[in-house]
């Protein structure tokens, strides 16, 4: 397990280095000047100059990019110039919200998504079945914004009961916090769960199949142990990826939630450093959101074998 | 004083809704089993042994379409019309079954100890260490060397023939009245085949239980059981006590199966015998007697009207128009 781990860890690094320079390519690529934004439309040419100059802007681009690198190295994502604040500094105040909102839809998703899959599939072909699929069909369709704008024309307008948009850190007390980010929770929430509830039931049903299944039920087992106990497990691998991967995606922010709804997150952030060029910040937040990405899917694969006792790292 | 058989399955039917229609996989078998006694059910891939065996505790899934009528009584208790409750009161504890595949049959992410525990938790309301005990205690009468180590394993670190025993174990685990074997053999080696009959015969005295065992292998018949049914396109064909049935059988398709035996002193590289054609399937049911289209004594009668089961001993059923025809060990026979 140990040399697997490490083996694995290493592999990251390459595939990071990729990321890094296509990340430094593409943001240079576009085209736009971070002096011109900062300075506005009123400045002269004289001050751009003298500005792009402070900031290393007229620096050839391979210098820039060796000096961004050898900062990586060194655990230095480098400098906001927007912001005037280290891009490790941006990222860990915009991380908070992500991770919050994330984790919430997350568990959301899963706490009905679960059930619902797994309800489809012991039902297959009932009602039950087409009425949950139907929904997991729109749940998946319909655009999360759109669902975030109904939620708070219905909830922060029409009955006005939630904040329509801000976000509290939990510092200003949890029930604040859920407040704030429940819609947002939701509306993501519906789109993830969907597709987790398409996942179980598919993987379900083969798992339903099983010979061992019928074994379970021949020894006089109930059906809710049959399932949970005896299926669902078996069932659950591919159920673990879709969960992985919809987390990873979700750490990436968020981008139009988290703009609907105000909230002050990774998605915000490379929005508006977008807008700002303000490139080390860009580079810096894909880097951090690619690491998140392979992390999430080394942990998915550990869990393989804590689920799955067939499956072994070791050998091979 | 009445004579109560363990289990009386009286003219059963599974239906079975797929998309071409309806099919009948079981169609009006009765038979009986009495405790201590062993009945083979024996005949071809499809015939509906299977669907028998799995139609007595009702192992279908809950919305598959599966439709059962007739009765089938266990103890004196009507199983057909039990709630789940009383079913599951019963499978696993009073029946229970052991199935063909022990590759499939066991679940992987478990380990075998967990597997039998858990009827012997769910049955005998045994402690968590109790069952861990007895479930040690059931390894070892099974046969399995070093059970105290052998308990946390998962079935994928066993061989099939070590599988087949956990079953053996989880299926005998709880005492059961009637044990039902579908196939329990078959994916076995013949060495392996003959230690896994006879262990099932050994526990089968000690407990004095009833054993249904469905097998093609008419040689695994011969060894163990004491009455044989033969079934044919989910219906019995012949019915008779094991000597009877290999001394004097009365309906083709046994003959046949029996024909297709190969045997020691046979010669080689002489074909062997095979039964014509195929099992029609179930969507194409002939409309007299369902063996006609196979059948080298088939008249006019046989393929217009469906013959009954005929007692023609104690003990001795079959179905066919032309038994009179058939003389001992099944002579005046073409083929």
């Known amino acids: 397990m140990g040399g697997y781990l490490l083996k694995r860890v290493v592999s990251l690094l390459p595939v990071l280095l990729v990321v890094a320079v296509v990340d430094f390519i593409i943001i240079h690529l576009t085209p736009g000047d971070p002096a011109s934004v900062i300075l506005g439309a009123q400045a002269t040419e004289e001050e751009l100059a003298k500005l792009r100059e402070q900031l290393g802007l007229n620096l050839p681009i391979y210098i820039r990019f060796f000096e961004w690198i050898g900062g990586l190295l060194q655990g230095d994502l480098g400098w906001s110039i927007f912001m005037d604040k280290p891009v490790t500094e941006a990222i860990w105040e915009h991380l908070g919200p992500t991770l919050s909102l994330t984790i919430m839809a997350e568990i959301i998703a899963i706490l009905f998504a679960i059930p619902l899959g797994v309800m489809a599939a012991n039902r297959r072909g009932t009602w039950m079945d087409q009425t949950f699929m139907t929904f997991a069909l729109l749940g998946i369709s319909l655009p999360s914004f759109w669902i975030g704008l109904n939620l708070i024309l219905l909830f922060a307008v029409q009955l006005n009961w939630l904040p329509a948009a801000g976000y509290q850190p939990i510092s200003n007390g949890l029930l604040n916090h859920f407040k704030y980010l429940i819609m947002p929770a939701i509306s993501l929430g519906i789109m993830q769960g969907a597709l987790i509830a398409r996942m179980t039931r598919s993987s379900m049903l083969e798992v339903l199949n099983e010979n061992y299944i019928r074994t379970a039920e021949a020894k006089g087992l109930k059906m809710w142990l049959v399932t949970y106990k005896h299926a669902l497990r078996n069932a659950f691998i591919p159920i673990l990826t879709v969960i992985g991967l919809s987390f990873a995606t979700l750490i990436g922010g968020a981008v139009v939630t988290e703009t609907v709804f105000n909230i002050p997150g990774i998605g915000k952030l490379i929005v508006n450093s977008v807008l700002r060029r303000d490139y080390e910040v860009i580079q810096g937040t894909v880097l951090m959101i690619a690491a998140a990405y392979v992390l999430i899917n080394l942990i998915v694969d550990l869990l393989y074998a804590y689920i799955d006792p067939r499956v072994r790292y070791d050998k091979s | ?335």
């Not at chain 2, 967990?114 to 046969?143: C, D, F, P, Y």
């Not at chain 2, 230690?195 to 011969?222: F, N, P, R, S």
């Not at chain 2, 014509?276 to 063996?291: A, D, M, N, T, Y």
């Open chain 2, 1 to 335: 004083m009445i004579h109560v058989p363990l289990l009386e399955v009286k003219n059963l039917r599974t239906t079975f809704s797929t998309e071409l229609g309806q099919v009948t996989a079981v169609d009006g078998v009765s038979f009986q089993v009495d405790s201590g006694e062993t009945v083979g059910l024996v005949g071809e891939s499809g015939c509906g042994k299977s669907v028998t065996s799995l139609s007595i505790l009702r192992l279908f899934r809950k919305h598959s379409g599966t439709r059962l009528t007739g009765e089938i009584f266990f103890e004196q208790k009507e199983l057909l019309q039990s709630s789940m409750e009383e079913l599951q009161e019963i499978r696993g504890n009073r029946i229970s079954m052991i199935f063909q595949d022990p590759m499939s049959s066991l679940n992987p992410v478990y380990t075998v100890g967990n597997q039998i525990a858990e009827s012997l938790m769910l049955h005998q309301k045994l402690s968590k260490k109790a069952a861990q005990e007895k479930t040690i205690e059931m390894l070892t009468l099974v046969g399995i060397p070093s059970p105290d180590k052998r308990v946390n394993d998962y079935p994928h670190q066993l061989s099939g023939g070590m599988r087949q025993r956990v079953m053996i174990a989880m299926g005998l685990c709880c005492q059961p009245k009637l044990l039902i074997a579908d196939e329990p053999t078959t994916a076995l080696d013949v060495t392996i085949q003959a230690q896994i009959l006879d262990l099932m015969l050994d526990l089968q005295k000690q407990l004095q239980m009833g054993i249904l065992l469905i097998t093609h292998d008419l040689g695994v018949v011969a060894e163990v059981c004491d009455r044989v049914l033969v079934m044919y396109l989910g219906q019995i064909v012949e019915e008779a006590s094991v000597e009877t049935l290999f001394e004097n059988p009365k309906h083709p398709y046994t003959i046949g199966l029996m024909k297709s035996i190969p045997t020691i002193d046979g010669k080689r590289g002489k074909k062997l015998h095979v039964i014509e054609g195929i099992v029609p399937s179930l969507h194409q049911i002939p409309k007299g007697c369902r063996f006609a289209p196979r059948c080298p004594l088939a008249d006019e009668k046989c393929r217009q009207h469906p013959p009954d089961l005929f007692e023609i001993a104690r003990l001795h059923q079959v179905r066919c128009w032309h038994h009179e025809r058939i003389g001992v060990g099944g002579v005046a026979f073409g083929g």
